[in-house]
Nanobody, 122 residues
Framework: QVLLAESGGGLVQAGGSLRLSCAASGSIFSTNDMGWYRQAPGKQRELVAIITSSGSTNYADSVKGRFTISRDNDKNTVYLQMNSLKPEDTAVYYC????????????????WGQGTQVTVSS
């Protein structure tokens, strides 16, 4: 049973845009904060963006002003709009659901998606 299903990754040139989508089961979506992590080759997984169940958002400094996270409660879907993409944004992006740890930049993850590859060429 797939609880979080990502889509929308691909290959794009630097400066371009992509939108990632993550469809979640209803019970997960309504009771969890949602976020996106990414992991580049040879690097640790890093948290990119969070949207709480109430709609508050927060971003890693590296993507502020370029990425926008949003959620559609009717469709049980969370989105990550990525603009002005850079080669350093190349990574596997993972949708996740859990609890936002507000005193530090972290999401206590209960559920992970399978990941979607984003590749930004220079």
């Amino acid at each position: 049973q797939v609880l979080l299903a990502e889509s929308g990754g691909g290959l794009v040139q630097a400066g371009g845009s992509l939108r990632l989508s993550c469809a979640a089961s209803g019970s997960i979506f309504s009771t969890n904060d949602m976020g996106w992590y990414r992991q580049a080759p040879g690097k640790q997984r890093e948290l990119v963006a969070i949207i709480t169940s109430s709609g508050s958002t927060n971003y890693a400094d590296s993507v502020k002003g370029r990425f926008t996270i949003s959620r559609d409660n009717d469709k049980n879907t969370v989105y990550l709009q990525m603009n002005s993409l850079k080669p350093e944004d190349t990574a596997v992006y993972y949708c996740c659901a859990g609890a936002y740890v507000t005193y530090r930049w972290s999401l206590s993850v209960n559920y992970w998606g399978q990941g979607t590859q984003v590749t930004v060429s220079s």
